[in-house]
């Protein structure tokens, strides 16, 4: 069956530590993925897209991996910050149409 | 400029009532998105249109649950005889048209079923 897996626990870090988040997918063959930030009560808001021909994109302190051959995303957020505290949930597109398709996403605690 | 907006926030309704809720993407999406988000959970896709075509409506649970977009715009899901299970946030989302543009969400709407 198709999966798509995050950390299921919380993760707690540090303040000016990097926070690593995987995304691991089974049975799925994405042309991109997409990270996306949720706030408690908000809607996710994009962060970045990597395609499947792209092993690695940066964006500030925003890093994100994308191995095919293991099916599984690396996002990494260095320095960080309790601002950087949230949802982070991972989307796969690809030959099924426009729509995404999302994992549970991981709760990020950043501690000061 | 004004993002994605849904109305209404919060819907409270009775078991069996018919509920209509509505979405109002960023002028311009080609693209229009339903999913449905429940509590610790990535939101989960119900339909999407392009322009005011219905281009997948896979993820629609029953035949209780339609969605339209007439002009291309505006967008209503309608969920007929509603049930408790249907309880959940709504969400709406637009985007420019291509596979890889970024989706923009809504707000959601809290629709609860008693």
């Known amino acids: 069956s198709q999966k798509i897996e995050q950390n299921s626990e919380a993760l707690n870090i540090q303040e000016g530590k990097t926070a690593t988040l995987t995304c691991n997918y089974t049975?799925?063959?994405?042309?991109?993925l997409q990270w996306y930030r949720q706030d408690p009560g908000r809607g996710p808001v994009f962060l970045l897209l990597?395609?499947?021909?792209?092993k690695e994109k940066r964006k500030e302190r925003l890093k994100v991996t994308f191995d095919t051959t293991l099916k599984q995303s690396l996002f990494h957020i260095t320095a960080s910050q309790p601002a950087d505290s949230a949802t982070y949930l991972c989307?796969?597109?690809?030959?099924?149409?426009?729509?995404?398709?999302f994992g549970a996403g991981t709760i990020l605690r950043v501690k000061s | 400029g004004a993002g994605v907006s849904q109305s209404p926030r919060y819907k409270v309704t009775k078991r069996g009532q018919d509920v209509a809720l509505r979405c109002d993407p960023i002028?311009?999406?080609?693209?229009l998105y339903w999913y449905r988000q429940a509590l610790g959970q990535g939101p989960e896709f119900l339909t999407y249109?392009?322009?005011?075509?219905?281009?997948?409506k896979s993820g629609l649970p029953n035949d209780r649950f339609s969605a339209e977009r007439p002009e291309g715009s505006i967008s209503t899901l309608t969920i007929q005889r509603t049930e408790q299970r249907d309880s959940a946030m709504y969400r709406c989302?637009?985007?420019?048209?291509?596979?890889?543009?970024?989706?923009?969400f809504g707000p959601g709407t809290r629709l609860t079923v008693l």
């Open positions: 249109f392009n322009y005011e075509a219905q281009q997948d």
């Open positions: 049975n799925y063959s994405p042309a991109y």
């Open positions: 002028s311009g999406h080609v693209s």
């Open positions: 989307a796969l597109a690809g030959g099924w149409g426009n729509k995404l398709v």
């Open positions: 989302a637009s985007s420019l048209g291509q596979q890889s543009d970024t989706q923009y």
């Open positions: 990597i395609r499947e021909n792209e």
